[in-house]
């Protein structure tokens, strides 16, 4: 076979070398940057994932969570109409929420922080408070749950700002926008079922001017005139 035979074969060859050795050049172009992380406002690295305020403020929100379905859970036997329906609602919202927030714990590889004292928790009811709500029936079960749930939901309102500004799982973030947005609408209710005024105002110096309109005591004890 003469040389001349062979020329084809070579030129395929070399065809064939050169495309492998562009497409490696390529490839290996493609991983030169890897994964960059992002950034914040302030240009702090942030790596993709979830941090310790996630951490937190699912593991706060959890029991805090489990309260307020506790107290909707004593409505059953002692509301009226009114409060039974948002006490149903607040139920119903919030268990999902718990278990979601299990399962993100679970994801994490955290623990739920079981054990540990939440009594100074923002809006955490004390066990005073609980048994005061027990104890109660009817219209004053009534007044008291509003009075209460409106400082329980403030708490978690205020948690959920925090996740907000502090947190980076995005899960995690979507639900704290939907805790705001959720029991920023139920306090407004709230309010204006304890006949409050302005949506948002002190329900408990509503109460407190009732019990002045019935003549009641100042700070030292003796009634005023």
């Keep these: 076979m003469t040389s001349t035979e062979h020329a084809p074969n070579r030129r395929i060859l070399t065809a064939i070398t050169a495309a492998v050795a562009t ?8 991983n ?16 993709a994932g979830f941090n310790e305020a996630d951490v937190e403020f699912a ?10 379905v506790t107290m909707a859970d004593l409505a059953e036997s002692r509301a009226g109409e009114e409060v039974l329906a948002l006490s149903e609602e607040i139920r119903d ?13 679970d994801a994490w590889g955290a623990g739920t922080g079981d054990g540990t004292d939440h009594s100074g928790m923002a ?11 027990e104890t109660a029936e009817g219209e004053g079960f009534d007044t008291l749950f509003l009075e209460y749930m409106v400082l ?30 959720a029991q920023e609408s139920e306090i407004e209710l709230m309010n204006e079922m304890l006949g409050a005024g302005e949506p948002g105002g002190d329900p408990a110096s509503a109460t407190a001017e009732a019990g002045e309109s019935d003549g009641g005591t100042a ?6 005139h």
Excluded: W, Y
């Design 23 to 30: 497409a490696l050049f390529a490839a290996a172009c493609g």
């Design 32 to 47: 030169d940057g890897g994964d960059a992380p992002t950034t914040t406002s302030d240009g702090e690295e942030r790596t």
């Design 59 to 68: 593991r706060m929100m959890i029991p805090h969570h489990e309260q307020a």
């Design 93 to 105: 919202a919030q268990g999902p929420e718990i278990e979601q927030m299990e399962a993100l714990l």
């Design 123 to 133: 809006g955490m009811l004390s066990e005073e408070q609980m048994s005061e709500l």
């Design 152 to 181: 329980h939901h403030e708490g978690a309102v205020d948690m959920a700002r925090t996740e907000l500004d502090e947190g980076v799982d995005p899960e995690a973030l979507a639900l704290a926008e939907e805790i705001i947005a």
């Design 219 to 224: 700070e030292d004890g003796h009634s005023e």
